[in-house]
């Protein structure tokens, strides 16, 4: 009776990992330790639909041997059923538990072989031992990727280009538009490959480290799929999951921002809202939908405000402030839109201003085909005051040209563009692409761009005491600034 249940059993949990794993709504998710329990869901669901197929069984063994040999289609059809109704309840998702079918027809062609004792012992034995080899491998897989360093040769690159980071603690942690997760010692760059995938975005909050994690889009398609996001917060070398949530078609997750407990996942069509004492999710849905491949800012101002700013190159940007009272409907307030009735340059960083509670640091950068533009705004409820603008150097041919009545007016006017913030007590980093500028006590600071190092493909710098710089490409998907720099504070101890 063991047999009946245990193999039918794997075999069903192997096929449903199998086949979860392909499909990008489960790619995400499939072990609790590290990644949240979407995939779970098929194998609790498999292990479910042998449990009560056996007890079906069971309960008519008598005449069983002969219902299958007189329905040969009728067990392998009966396994099915049961495997895709636990599913599609689990899931609310019946097309998409139609992955688990295969697995069911699987079970029930064993099941109606045991009942016929047309199945030997080593038989048995070999695929129970194929079975157990395809559930424990990834899980080992996963474990040994999050207890161990996973050390890079000297010159390998370790990721694909640099879409963002933090740095928290000791080291740098980057990651790229592939969504690949990796840190980098402060004092030597030893690299490590962090066992989280797909990477979406990160934000840190005191002592702990968050990142956003979601199967990556298909841009290939005009509509994107549902999926689930799931958050992870690493802390003392530990990995914590908040339980994962769902998204709907064209709603692909795209920024995220972590304040006091506080944690405010931004999406194309709503802002998800939850707190890490009681993770439950609350959802907020936008009145304009963000486009999928947008660079998009958020920082929550306090518990019940955040600002999104959105940055689309060439084609302008938008902010927007949303209120979120939990005892009353969310406001939203749209401070500047990438139109013509409210004209917004591409927002490139937000963060707090250190001088003024409640308000935000807003950065703003645009560099296309010889032209520029850019500042530091301080946003105090709808208010955007400019606090940092920094006039761009005149080339010397461009000098000749109006000597020479060559160049036209429009370049007039240009400033250096903004692609990042940082603050560190009551002191703001400002760079741009002509140099870093120190903001403290009323007075400005400049720094020339410092010449980076190449450390596995990666440009990074600590020349500049207080930050780290390391060089992005995120820019150039919206326009054509090439490589743009990216500061963060560096803790006192380094």
Known sequence: MVWRFLLPTLVAASCGLILSDAADWLRFGFWPSLDGSAGL???VACVLGSFVAVLVLAAVWRWASAWAERRAWACPLL????FWVPVAALGRQPLLALMVVPGGLAAGYLWRALALGRLGRWSAVVILSVCCAILLLPAIQTARAGLEDRRIAAQAPVIGGVKGGQVHRSELWLHDHRGKLVSLRLGDWHPTERAARNVMAMAADGDALWVLRAPPPDY?????SPGRFVLARHHDRDWTVLPAMRFGADDRPLALSVREGRIAVVTQQ?????????PMWRSIALDRPIELDALVSAHLVDRNRIVVGTNLGEFGGSLTRIDMNDAAPARITHICRADPSGACDPVTALDRDPLHP????VGMGL???????????RLCGSRLTPLFERPRAIPLGVRLGRLLGLDPPRRDGQSEPVFGLAVAGDTVWVATNAGIYRLHAGQT???DLPAFQTVHQLALSKRIPGIVMVASEANMAWSMSGYTPLIFTLPKAQ
């Open 41 to 43: 869901e098929a194998v």
């Open 270 to 278: 709503h802002l998800f809202v939850t707190d890490t004492a009681r």
């Open 445 to 447: 600071e400049r720094y």
């Open 220 to 224: 290939r398609l005009d509509r994107q």
């Open 79 to 82: 396994g099915a059923l049961l």
């Open 367 to 377: 560099s296309h085909l010889g032209f520029s533009r850019g500042g530091v705004s």
């Open 358 to 361: 409640g308000c935000t640091l």
